[in-house]
């Protein structure tokens, strides 16, 4: 009886063990959900009562302005009131592309506007993302569906005029509804582009408690300086500026390439024709700057309360004062301090702060390519839109074109260790001064979430967001802190210091000469895909 009893108690334990592993492994099996958090335009805005797409801006749109201006601007070249045809210009520029987004003085939108929101998971969603979405939000979405499920990925998606200080309340919902779903306690969010400001806005009002992860993906958790300078009135245009834009926008395009060395040739040798270029936009700007402002950006983008979010700190109070000439108004300025003076200016402490909680923080830059050609701060390392110096944390970068030198020491301000080398072997970027120097990886030549689907570079964001631990630049010699991206074959690199293309524009050199480093460029290109 004994005997049959403590077989019986056994076969009970194993039973019992067998479940107690099984549950175990299911729980091991359980997947952190991810969620990308979108910048600006993933998906266009669209009309709530004709369903039709008013941003981005339509072709319709713009021919209309166009046409409607043709014979204002004949009237210009006559003698008379010029001031009066101008006006009229920019009120049908007013009319056919900015009214139906235009924001009121409480930050609200002044019409019905749509957007695109997912509020599941993404298998209910099954059209969205698919071999179409290969860069971008879309291209790094797809990659995470393919190695996590669609049932395990979310998408929010948001009206971008508005606060991120609203948008923060929607993504707190979609938080609390991938963990009802998956039944866990945490999520991992990738915010990309103005993301970071959404992100931001979260921690702030909500805390850290929901999120295991964050990947910043070349994100305007510091601004813009293009959005500061132009809110502070400060337009500047030229030629030259211009050039070096297009010539840094166009390095993986060959085609491109020797239409550039075209223009630019045509540009060096005719030097009158640039100073005149300079001059007259000089004039233009000066005779019409105050009215584009009072008339048009006042009355549309000025009551953006999701762009005043990208002013950075050092240029907001100022920016305030200039836009709206002393004029603004007390509900809008309070709606815009409030994300500005809470989030923004402490951004530094909340993302430390969420650190020493348990939230583990990447953040994810780019450089090499010149930024937006009509304020005279352009010359400086972007990713084709963000500063790196605001997307990266603060780190020191060089002005475009230029190194800090041979005699170089890194500042140290946040990692004193100079052991640790967070100053690039090309001499452009200082990382030792960034928020989380350990955390911050930059890549040459990825253009603003380019992260395309199918290279190295989606490989390291998929390193970022799904690895068991919390990595830093030490942790895989695959993925030190400073890389290099060939746009040409998808591959990433350790950066060397060697160009896959110039910086910036050779002045010295003519058209014979662009084409022979053109011709090199693809050569190189061919033996690399080659077997032998």
């Known amino acids: 009886m004994k005997n049959t009893a403590r077989k019986l108690l056994s076969v009970l334990l194993c039973i019992l063990m067998v479940f107690s592993l099984s549950s175990v492994a299911f729980a091991k099996e359980k997947v952190t959900p991810v969620i990308v958090v979108s910048g600006m335009n993933s998906f266009p805005l669209t009309s709530g009562e004709t369903g039709e797409q008013v941003w981005p801006i339509q072709s319709d749109n713009i021919l209309s302005a166009v046409k409607e ?105 979609l938080i609390e509804k991938a963990k009802a779903d998956k039944g866990v306690s ?55 500026t211009l050039m070096n834009h297009l010539f840094s926008m166009q390095k993986d395009d060959i085609k491109m390439q020797v239409l550039m060395a075209l223009i630019n040739t045509l540009v060096e040798v005719t030097p009158c024709i640039t100073k005149l270029a300079d001059k007259l936009t000089d004039e233009i700007l000066a005779k019409t700057n105050d009215s584009v402002y009072d008339d048009l ?102 002005p475009y074109g230029e190194t800090f030198g041979e005699d170089y020491i890194a500042k140290g301000t946040q990692c004193s260790d100079l052991s640790h080398n967070h100053v690039s072997v090309d001499g452009i970027i200082d990382a030792s001064t960034c928020f989380f120097p350990e955390n911050t990886w930059f890549i040459k030549y990825n253009k603003h979430v380019g992260v395309p689907y199918g290279t190295d570079c989606e490989k390291l964001m998929l390193y970022l967001a799904l690895s068991d631990s919390y990595v830093s630049v030490h942790s895989d010699e695959k993925y030190p802190q400073f890389m290099e991206f060939n746009r040409l074959t998808g591959e990433l690199t350790s950066l060397t210091g060697d160009e896959i293309k110039p910086d910036i524009r050779d002045k010295d050199s003519n058209f014979i000469v662009r084409l022979v480093i053109i011709f090199d460029t693809i050569i190189k290109n061919i033996k690399t895909k080659l077997p032998f």
């Open 69 to 173: 201006s043709v014979l204002p601007s004949m009237a210009m070249l006559l003698p008379g009131d010029r001031e009066k045809y101008f006006d009229e210009i920019i009120d049908n520029v007013y009319t056919n592309i900015f009214e139906k987004v235009a924001c009121d003085e409480n930050g609200e939108s002044v019409y019905d506007v749509d957007i695109t929101f997912f509020s599941k998971s993404l298998d209910n969603y099954p059209d969205e993302f698919g071999e179409g979405a290969t860069v971008s939000e879309g291209g790094i979405t797809r990659s995470l569906i393919r190695e996590i499920g669609r049932e395990n990925v979310y998408y929010f998606n948001y009206d971008w005029r508005l606060s991120p200080m609203k948008h923060a309340d929607e993504l707190n919902k």
């Open 186 to 240: 945490k999520v991992t969010l990738i915010p990309c582009s103005m993301g970071g400001t959404v992100t931001n806005a979260y921690l702030y009002k909500y805390g850290n408690d929901s999120v295991k992860r964050i990947v910043y993906t070349m994100s305007a958790i510091q601004g813009l300086s293009s959005v500061g300078e132009m809110f502070n009135r400060r337009i500047d245009f030229d030629v030259d």
């Open 297 to 398: 950006m006042i009355k549309s983008m000025g009551k953006f309360a999701g762009w005043w979010a990208l002013v950075p700190d050092e240029y907001y109070d100022s920016a305030k004062e200039a836009f709206f000439e002393g004029n603004i108004p007390g509900s809008f300025e309070k709606l815009i301090d409030s994300y500005h003076y809470n989030v923004q200016r402490n951004a530094k402490e909340l993302m430390q702060s969420a650190v020493k909680d348990g939230t583990e923080i990447q953040i994810l830059a780019s450089y090499g390519y010149v930024g937006a050609p009509y304020t005279n701060q352009a010359m400086t390392q972007t990713d084709s839109l963000i500063e790196t110096h605001y997307q990266s944390g603060r780190a020191l970068t060089a």
